[in-house]
């Protein structure tokens, strides 16, 4: 039976939901928020709710590295109030586009503060310089994770100033995109390896960039925003932890993991795989032949069992070099995008689980 003091609580609390409606007006009316592409989308959804709209640029299994902007694409960044890009010159295509939508929301680049992995040539990387090049980053970003998510973490009650400074270093960040691009640098890679999501410990840094912006943009629901962010956190270090263990079961010998298009080193560097691919850091490349013979060279020599065809790669190479060498198809790869809502990698924490399982089971005993 409720005692009285339970019902008045409950009248109480009643009176205040109905009372409460500007909230719901508010709900109703989602700040526009433009992501470009499936990872960043789910996690804007993840920590806005309810109290965001966001449009996907580049959509699951989309390849964000040859994407050619729609005009529905300009629409969209013309009414949005925020701007979440992967920025490490990931999206060549995006600048253009901003320019041309008359954007002028917050422009937001959710790599903004993590230790990015330079960009090596990858002639010859194959062999065992790249694993000491591996061990080396793998301090260097745990120190700065911790130190990343410190600063982000005391952000939370005095938001003005430090937002403003985020938007300049995005701003800079721009700057020196642009200049590459007329050099006439190309597309082919940027001075550092953008696929920084395939790190859970990078992954905090993009949630604590995405939570600022979408609390300055929208400070009456600062706290929600905030409060999803922690959840969401929580989620992502657990998994982080469950990922580790997974890994950690493999012997020392099993750890080296093939895939079309060099996706995965933030992946590797955080759990103690090597990845090599007979593709560079963007799909655009072409795979030489003398990297798809050392590849092969390389698996009949190192026993490799298994190799992985991608989401959003051509998977013709891959299955050749399996043909070739004997090793199996181990499944696919969610590297740039996820999965439709019925596949298997619908969320950004539902991807990296099943890349994980994925490799072990291939790779393991
Ligand atoms: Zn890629």
Request: without cysteine; charged residues 25%; hydrophobic residues 35%.
């Amino acid at each position: 039976m409720p005692s009285r003091r339970v019902l008045i609580k409950s009248a109480i609390a009643l009176l205040t939901l109905l009372t409460a409606s500007p909230i719901a007006v508010q709900a109703a009316n989602p700040a526009p928020v433009v992501a470009t592409f499936s990872i960043l989308g789910d996690m804007v959804e993840r920590i806005g709710g309810e109290h965001v709209a966001v449009t996907t640029l580049v959509g699951p299994d989309g390849d964000a590295h040859v994407y050619q902007p729609t005009t529905a694409d300009a629409r969209a960044m013309a009414e949005a109030q925020v701007l979440i890009e992967n920025g490490l010159e990931f999206e060549g295509w995006l600048d253009r586009l901003v320019n041309a939508s008359n954007f002028d929301g917050i422009r937001v680049v959710a790599t903004n503060g993590i230790k990015p992995i330079p960009f090596e040539e990858r002639e010859g990387h194959h062999d065992d310089e790249g694993h000491h090049d591996d061990e080396g980053h793998h301090d260097d970003e745990g120190h700065h994770d911790d130190e990343g998510h410190h600063d982000d973490e005391g952000h939370h009650d005095d938001e003005g100033p430090h937002d403003d400074e985020g938007q300049h270093d995005d701003e800079g960040h721009h700057d020196d995109e642009g200049h590459h691009d007329d050099e006439g640098h190309g597309h082919n890679h940027g001075t550092f390896d953008p696929h920084a999501w395939h790190s859970l410990r990078a992954a905090v840094t993009y949630v604590n960039n995405i939570t600022t912006s979408l609390a300055q943009n929208d400070p009456s629901n600062a706290s929600v925003f905030y409060l999803n962010r922690e959840a969401y956190v929580a989620e992502i270090e657990a998994l982080d932890e469950e990922i580790q263990r997974m890994v950690d079961t493999l012997p020392s010998d099993h750890r080296i993991v093939i895939t079309s298009h060099d996706a995965l080193q933030y992946f590797g560097q955080a759990y103690g795989l090597k990845f090599l691919a007979p593709q560079g850091l963007s799909t655009e490349s072409e795979a030489s032949a003398k990297q798809v013979a050392g590849l092969i060279k390389q698996i009949r020599k190192g026993g490799i069992k298994a190799v992985f065809v991608e989401n959003i790669a051509d998977s013709r190479l891959i299955e050749q070099i399996a043909n070739e060498t004997g090793a199996n198809i181990g499944g696919k790869l969610y590297s740039d995008a996820l999965s439709g809502t019925d596949g298997p990698a619908s969320t950004y924490l539902k991807m990296l689980r099943h890349n994980s399982t994925t490799i072990v089971s291939a790779l393991g005993d």
